[in-house]
Nanobody, 120 residues
């Protein structure tokens, strides 16, 4: 059974930083991509950042460009989201998603989420 386990969420003041981690039970080096999404109460889940497993290329939502950085450690099968200069509007439940056709019969896998709360 494939598992993605997020950690690192918490309560932080505006302007502060957090680093989220997503530990995968399979090798992320053979996945297609790893992504971070977030969902605030009453809003749709939105894509925050993507990292390609083959090229390392990254992309970000406009709302987090220049503040968030996605990275990976293949040896630890872990993907990170470094979040700096946090704003109250970054408050959401953050989810890790894997896109992999090499792990199991499914293609997309989700973690359980980790809550980030930014106080003003």
């Amino acid at each position: 059974q494939v598992q993605l386990v997020e950690s690192g969420g918490g309560l932080v003041q505006a302007g502060g930083s957090l680093r989220l981690s997503c530990a995968a039970s399979r090798s992320i080096s053979i996945s297609n991509a790893m992504e971070w999404y977030r969902q605030a109460p009453g809003k749709q889940r939105e894509l925050v950042a993507t990292i390609s497993s083959s090229t390392g290329r990254t992309s970000y939502a406009d709302s987090v460009k220049g503040r968030f950085t996605i990275s990976r450690d293949n040896a630890k099968n872990t993907v990170y989201l470094q979040m700096n200069s946090l704003k109250p509007e970054d408050t959401a439940n953050y989810y890790c998603k894997a896109d992999s056709t090499a792990w199991d019969t499914n293609r997309y896998y989700w973690g359980q989420g980790t809550q980030v709360t930014v106080s003003s």
